[in-house]
């Protein structure tokens, strides 16, 4: 919207009036070029005072940008964007063309922020040019200036204008908009998801998913290669296992064996494990991390006594061997025994 405003007054500014002084075809024919750059300056005067009187109006809202030096503009901490996942790689797009077209064509939004020495400007919508300007003054383009707008907004309009520039770039994550989406129901609406909704035009079912989604703690992120790959759809029923305690410990303990699993395969360069197989692997803990895993106790003479077949939500398969040499009463301590060991992973029949 800014953008169209400073156009159409550039336009009023330009074409209402230079444009009459630089017609080729107007009073060609009418009086002497004195006479005739006369009437033109009297055009251009009358065309300014009449795009300045709509500006005045209110018919049209003067916008104002300035160049800026982006080391003294921060990131918004209350942006969805991760300022500090953004990189070459992720903004070469939007580095190039800034270079193609010989500096920022799209203003960013900021304001004006005080009480910091360093910092005279804090950026609203427009992380990635703030970022994308920052890297190329350090990059062969020092002279280049971060334009941006000015605006005067509190937190709350802060956060709907960046959540509106936000829901159209792919690349933000749903995760990342999730937990901005949580931190702002407790700052700016009091914890009401319904004003919440109202107030941003979301349905109320949707918004709450996004809030359970944010509840997914860092460390089963990190089995996925990357925060962007936990989406809205597959994630929420991973958010919604994390209700069961005894279900969250189990996840939580399969992800940390994901995460390393996916440093290794960074460090040796090969594909990571796609994120419908990190969910998949993840949500089926619930049969517990024992239930392909023989477990066999001996008794006399290292004979089998008791063994597990299976574990599952609906309870555990024992087996009990013949000739085991055992008295009852000890065939009990080891079927006890076995018990401990599969209520220790969390397989046990109190799950």
Known sequence: M????????????????????????????????????????????????????????????????????????????????????????NCRELIDAIIAEGGQKVPAVVRRIEGDPEFEFEVIAGTRRHWSISWLRQNSYPDLKFLAQVADLDDEAAFRLADIENRARKDVSDLERARNYAAALKTHYGNHQSRMAERLKLSQSWLSKMIKVATIPDSVVAAFASPADVQLKPAYPLAQAFSDPKRAALIQKAAKDLATKQAQLRNEGKPPIPAPDVIKALLTTEQSPTKNREIVLNGAHDRPAVSLQRTNRQGVTLRLHSGHGLSDDELLAKIKLLLETLAADGGGLQR
């Open 2 to 89: 800014a953008k169209k405003q400073k156009d159409y007054l550039t336009a009023l500014l330009a074409d209402e009036i230079e444009g009459r002084e630089t017609d080729p075809t107007e009073g060609e024919s009418e009086g002497t070029p004195a006479l005739r750059a006369d009437r033109s300056r009297r055009n251009s005067l009358l065309g300014r005072e009449s795009a300045l009187a709509r500006v005045a109006s209110g018919e049209v809202r003067q916008v104002t940008q300035l160049a800026l030096d982006p080391a003294r503009v921060r990131p918004w901490t209350g942006n969805a964007r991760s300022y500090s996942h953004l990189n070459e790689d």
